[in-house]
């Protein structure tokens, strides 16, 4: 398995590939994207980064799931995968909504590849990990919590 | 009603333990205990005995329940959140008798004296090869929390208990503290001491942090007389954060409920008629995990040390599941019978059986083993370094005696305002007028990272730092709770409302009577850092300075926070001195 993994790693083609290229810090989110303005990467919080990505009151949706730890082992890596179930994804953005600037990563994704991203971000505190997905130039988001903990003291 | 010899003896030996007919105490303490007192006829099939976080205490200890163990949101009033009296009438216990002992705090010191001491592997050794002749086939669960707690296993490096654990007959283990001997150890002792005895080591939520593969495996399939039993391990989710990260650098952990189902299906799938989760989560995490995962059959459970009489049944999408809790220190031996009917479990009996080491005769084979180990080692671990007149213990949710005194010694020795000690479960108890050796007090700090720490701290980041940890204790959801108690606090009083949520559960926060400034800088003392490189002297070192200097621990003031809005008639306290609302 890890072998195969590895080998498609090097390969790093086809669309399949890209979440786990920038989940290995071989692609920035920046060079993944296509078309968010950078004033959505920079926007202070998360209505300025919807706003600044086009995608101002995502309806909230039941088919996209959110994989990440209740509490993280590590803020600076927290590992986060989104899988949207709707038909036509287009995009998959994530933000760290109490994080200083929220916007973590948008992906585009063409030629009918599966709605799915995995990848690493960081959060400086307890927050919700959302995303938000695109599909048919309709937005829809999801959330869940992500806790930073100081640590210690566990039975 | 008709009953013959056997069945009467077996009634006797229920009347007894429960205090039911006879008068248990003269009865234990005349040493007229019926000789079958611990006969468990076998039920079924399929039988699993089952211990955990017995902290590396080879030799029979004191152990005392809490008598603060709250639950919160839905698990308020439920198993294991009760305590004393609310313990003993949800489960029928008769008070004063010998299980009365065993699962409550209640007249700890007199009954302690009536029943004597508890756990110990060489009568551990004893109980288990007695159970096992009458169920063949048996498996004996580790269920983690085994290498780490006593002054011998910090110096041996783990391996008086991997020898024990291999020699008490283990079959299969989950971990824990296990993992603060580093992973290299882990690794090394699973692959080398485990392996060549044929000890499993399971845990399907440990992989590798860069692709997410099984660093063990994740579970093992069994046969007991023809039946197929899937063992699955769970070990603690949250190791790198509760414990130091750098020791387990390349390995993530976690809950994940969504493999546990995996490893379930297909379990089933290759024909288990029986499975079960050896689980290190906790028991709220375990109840959680029980109605969202389905096809489990019993979840035997550690880690919050919960001594729990009896399973609790919780349903979900396809089925019933059942989860136990089998305390700590030695003290306990679960045993589950399954009655296993083509593929499925037709009926189960439980027993959490208390080890009391005067009612079972030391293994000779076991008690040799354990003096040649300790050998090089008793004459430190005999140091006698005070007397102590207090009751000692650790257990409860805020503050124990003996964390007072680990706080205490840390400001008076550190010259701090205020103390922080961790809120560990672990720890012996100590009877007024015992000695403290140091054997005793490396029973509550042999740990891998033992350094001492003083450090500025403004008012706000103490009060930080109090709400985060109160927030792993009593957040309403148990998949963020980290099964710890909340951290010991010494020269801070404070009001804590554990219903609330994290940043206003603490208040009223004073030092020497005045308020706690949020902008002030205090010197704070503590112990047991998790972050990689902190430099300090250990911390039995500092508190053995200062009790060699004492000489006489007494009149210990236990601060303990005034707590709001849990009810004064909450079954999760009782007894409290600190102020109840």
């Not at chain 2, 009536?114 to 169920?135: C, E, I, N, P, S």
């Not at chain 2, 001492?452 to 730092?465: D, F, V």
């Amino acid at each position: 398995m890890n072998a195969l993994r590895r080998n498609v790693l090097k390969g790093a083609a086809g669309a399949g590939t890209v979440a786990v290229a920038v989940a290995a810090g071989l692609l920035k989110p920046t060079q993944a994207l296509a078309g968010v303005p950078r004033s959505a990467f920079e926007a202070k919080n998360v209505g300025d980064a919807l706003k600044n990505m086009g995608a101002n009151a995502p309806a909230d949706s039941k088919d996209i799931s959110i994989k990440a730890p209740d509490i993280a082992e590590n803020g600076a890596v927290v590992p986060v995968e989104v899988t949207s179930g709707i038909a036509g994804t287009t995009a998959i953005a994530i933000l760290a909504e109490k994080n200083a600037t929220p916007l973590v990563a948008d992906f585009s994704l063409s030629g009918g590849a599966e709605g799915y991203v995995s990848t690493r971000i960081k959060m400086g505190q307890t927050s919700l990990v959302r995303a938000v997905v695109t599909a048919g130039g309709k937005s829809y988001t999801a959330a869940k919590e992500v806790k930073v903990t100081i640590g210690g003291c566990g039975g | 009603m008709h009953m013959n010899r056997r069945e009467f003896l077996q009634l006797l030996a229920v009347a007894a333990a429960s205090g039911m007919a006879l008068d248990s105490k003269s009865a234990l303490a005349g040493g007229k205990v019926p000789s079958n007192f611990y006969d468990v006829p076998r039920h079924g099939n399929v039988s699993l005995l089952h211990f955990t976080d017995c902290h590396a205490q080879l030799l029979p200890i004191w152990f005392r329940e809490p008598n603060v163990n709250l639950g919160v949101g839905s698990a308020l009033g439920k198993a294991p959140h009760l305590v004393g009296q609310n313990l003993l009438k949800h489960y029928g216990i008769k008070p004063g008798s010998a299980e009365a002992h065993a699962f409550t705090y209640l007249d700890f010191t007199e009954a302690a004296k009536v029943y004597g001491k508890v756990g110990g592997f060489a009568h551990l050794k004893t109980l288990v090869d007695k159970l096992r002749a009458q169920r063949p086939g048996a498996l004996l669960l580790d269920g983690g929390d085994t290498w780490q707690g006593s002054a011998t296993s910090l110096w041996t490096d783990a391996q008086d208990m991997v020898d024990a654990c291999i020699a008490l007959g283990v079959d299969i283990m989950t971990p824990h503290w296990e993992s603060t001997f580093g992973a290299d150890r882990v690794v090394e002792i699973v692959n080398k001491d485990f392996k060549k005895a044929g000890v499993e080591f399971v845990a399907q939520n440990i992989v590798t942090n860069d692709f997410g593969d099984q660093v063990f495996k994740p579970y093992v399939m069994k046969e007991m007389n023809g039946v197929k039993v899937a063992v699955i391990g769970q070990a603690f989710p949250y190791t790198p954060i509760a414990n130091p990260r750098y020791m387990v650098p390349d390995w993530s952990f976690g809950i994940r409920d969504d493999s546990m189902q995996k490893w379930v299906d297909e379990a089933r799938a290759k024909g288990a008629q029986v499975v079960v989760v050896l689980s290190h989560n906790g028991m709220d995490v375990d109840l959680k995990m029980a109605s969202r995962v389905t096809g489990v059959d019993a979840i035997f459970g550690g880690h919050t040390h919960d001594g729990v009489p009896q399973p609790v049944k919780v349903k979900n999408a396809k089925g019933i599941t059942l989860v136990t809790n089998a305390g700590s220190n030695g003290k306990f031996l679960g045993v589950m019978d399954f009655e296993v009917k083509g593929k499925r479990v037709e009926s189960f009996k439980y027993r959490l059986l208390p080890v009391f080491s005067n009612l079972l005769p030391a293994d000779p084979a076991m008690d040799a083993y354990i003096k040649k180990v300790r050998a090089p080692y008793e004459k430190k671990l005999n140091e006698k370094l005070a007397v102590s007149d207090d009751f000692l213990y650790r257990r409860g949710n805020f503050n124990g005696t003996w964390d007072q005194l680990l706080v205490d010694a840390l400001m008076d020795v550190k010259g701090a305002d205020a103390a922080f000690s961790p809120g560990f479960r672990w720890g012996t108890t100590l009877l007024p007028g015992e000695d403290i050796t140091m054997e005793r007090l490396m029973d509550q700090t042999a740990i891998t990272y033992p350094q001492t720490t003083l450090t500025s701290m403004s008012g706000e980041t103490i009060k930080t730092i109090m709400e985060d940890v109160c927030d792993n204790l009593f957040n309403a959801d148990p998949y963020y709770q980290q099964g710890g108690d909340m951290v010991r606090v010494g020269g801070i009083e404070y009001t804590v409302s554990p219903n609330q949520t994290i940043g206003k559960r603490i208040s009223n926060m004073t030092i020497k009577g005045k308020p706690v400034d949020a902008k002030k800088t205090y010197k704070v003392a503590g112990w047991a850092p998790v972050g990689e490189g902190v430099a300090g002297e250990p911390i039995w070192e500092v508190v053995a300075t200062y009790l060699r200097d004492k000489k006489v621990i007494k009149g210990l003031k236990l601060n303990e926070p005034k707590i709001m809005g849990v009810g004064k008639s909450n079954p999760g306290i009782a007894d409290y001195d600190g102020g109840l609302s």
